[in-house]
């Protein structure tokens, strides 16, 4: 596949509708993780632009900054810490309307105003987190809660 993305300027769900099949016919071709990851990241800011994107990879019992796409950010993480952490620990996605709010949040950057992590679960363990990270309050919804999922549950059997 070229390594070129079409997607239309419809709404949010139908850009994730239409990055999805170019997203995984990019990748399932891959047996690099990072080079996966990678694409994955940059497919997702240029796609729509957030603010940060990328993956936190459960390494030694702590998260380590893997491939992303923006300012430069923590490089680790420890498990219950901050939303990325939070994720982690109890495995389920987390959507952060404003960050500030965020009982122990991280501020990798000043900049970050709303985020939303996906954990990456294979052989039902925690392997990692996606992390998407906005300049805007409240920029994530229920769209971005179930397409992401979609993709990193679909991810979670690449990798």
């Not at 603010?51 to 390494?59: C, E, I, R, T």
């Not at 796409?69 to 952060?96: D, F, H, Y």
């Amino acid at each position: 596949m070229s390594e070129n993305l079409s997607i239309s300027s419809g709404s949010k769900a139908q850009k994730y509708q239409e990055l999805i099949p170019q997203l995984k016919a990019l990748l399932i071709g891959e047996k690099d993780q990072i080079a996966n990851l990678a694409n994955f990241v940059a497919a997702l800011k240029g796609t729509f632009g957030f603010f940060w994107v990328g993956f936190y990879l459960v390494k030694e019992n702590e998260l380590v900054l893997g491939p992303f796409q923006g300012p430069i950010a923590c490089t680790r993480i420890k498990k219950g810490k901050g939303v990325c952490g939070t994720s982690w620990e109890q495995e389920k996605t987390m959507l952060v309307p404003d960050v500030d709010q965020f009982p122990g949040h991280i501020a990798c950057s000043s900049l970050s105003k709303s985020e939303i992590v996906v954990p990456i679960i294979k052989n039902k363990e925690v392997i990692g987190v996606l992390d998407v990270d906005s300049d805007q309050l409240n920029d994530f919804d229920e769209v971005d809660e179930k397409y992401l999922n979609e993709l990193c549950q679909w991810l979670s059997s690449i990798i």
